[in-house]
C-alpha cells in the first residue's frame, strides 16, 4: 500500500476511533485483528452511505432538500481548501496538515487564508455575487476562526467539501450556522479571472468576423503566388533573352571568342 493511500486509511480508521470514541488501547486491540478491524470498517462505510440527504440535512439547519446536490462520495484525501484551489491530492490546512510553502502566517486565521489565496491569484472582493469572467471563493468563520471554503461555479451556484465527507453544490448561505456541524458565516470573499473564459461578445465578433478573415487570407495567398510567378517568369525571360543573344553572334565570333 503506497503511502497516499496508507494515509487515506489512517484517516478512516481515527475517523472510526472518534465516532465510537475508543481509546489508545481499544483501537491497538482493533488493528490486531484485521478480520474484525475491516468488519468494522465494512460497518462504517454502510453508515456513512445510508441515507447520506438525511444526515446532511441533519448537520445543516440551512440545507434543505432539493437545494442541494452531493457530487461525489466521500474521500479522506483532501478537504475543502484543497477543493476550493481545485486540488485533490492533499489535505489542507495551516495547522497539521499540507500548507503550501511561503505561505505566512501558518495559522488558523483569516489573515492565513488571504495570504493563501492571494498566492493563488485571488484578491479580496465586496461580495459573492456572480460576475461573468471571474472565478470566486467564498472563506467561513465562527468566532473569528476559519472553518470552510466554498469556490463558485460557472452558473453561480457553489460548490464545497464538508471535510473528509462528500462533495456538495449548494447555495451561498446553506452552510453557515452555529450548530456544532455548521460553519459560521462567510466573512470574506476572493475572486480572479478566469483564464479560461472568452466573452460572448468577443466569440460573436470573431464568429461574424471568420468569412472576412478567410476571404483575406485567400486574397493574401494568391497575392504571394502571383508574385512568385512573376519573379520566375523574370527570371525565365532572362534565360531566354541570354539565349537568342548567343544565337545572334556568328561563328566567325564565337570562333574568335575561341583561345
Not at 483501537?27 to 462504517?44: F, G, I, S
Not at 495559522?107 to 493563488?120: G, H, I, M, R
Request: proline share 5%; aromatic share 16%.
Amino acid at each position: 500500500m503506497d503511502t497516499y493511500k496508507r494515509m487515506r486509511f489512517n484517516d478512516a480508521l481515527m475517523y472510526y476511533a472518534e465516532l465510537r470514541q475508543l481509546s489508545v488501547p481499544q483501537l491497538q486491540q482493533l488493528l490486531n485483528d484485521p478480520q474484525v478491524l475491516h468488519a468494522e470498517l465494512d460497518k462504517l462505510q454502510q453508515f456513512v452511505c445510508a441515507n447520506r440527504e438525511s444526515r446532511i440535512e441533519s448537520w445543516f439547519s440551512n440545507l434543505h432538500e432539493g437545494e442541494y446536490k452531493i457530487t461525489s462520495n466521500i474521500d479522506f484525501g483532501y478537504n475543502c481548501i484543497a477543493w476550493s484551489a481545485e486540488e485533490m491530492s492533499e489535505f489542507w490546512w495551516p495547522v497539521g496538515h499540507y500548507w503550501p510553502p511561503g505561505i505566512l502566517p501558518q495559522q488558523e486565521s483569516v489573515e492565513a487564508f488571504n495570504a493563501l489565496y492571494t498566492s493563488l491569484g485571488y484578491f479580496a472582493c465586496k461580495n459573492g455575487a456572480f460576475e461573468i469572467g471571474y472565478e470566486k471563493i467564498a472563506l467561513y468563520a465562527k468566532n473569528g476562526r476559519p472553518t470552510h471554503a466554498a469556490r463558485m461555479l460557472s452558473d453561480g451556484r457553489w460548490t464545497s467539501k464538508m471535510g473528509r465527507w462528500e462533495d456538495l453544490t449548494h447555495s451561498l448561505h446553506a452552510l453557515t450556522g452555529n450548530g456544532p456541524n455548521e460553519y459560521g458565516d462567510v466573512v470574506r470573499f476572493f475572486r480572479r479571472r478566469n483564464p479560461k473564459f472568452r466573452h460572448p461578445a468577443v466569440i460573436f465578433w470573431r464568429f461574424l468576423l471568420a468569412p472576412f478573415r478567410y476571404f483575406i487570407r485567400v486574397a493574401k495567398y494568391y497575392k504571394n503566388s502571383g508574385a512568385r510567378s512573376s519573379r520566375i517568369y523574370s527570371a525565365g525571360s532572362r534565360c531566354r533573352f541570354n539565349s537568342k543573344s548567343l544565337a545572334r553572334i556568328s561563328s566567325s565570333e564565337r570562333s574568335g571568342l575561341q583561345p
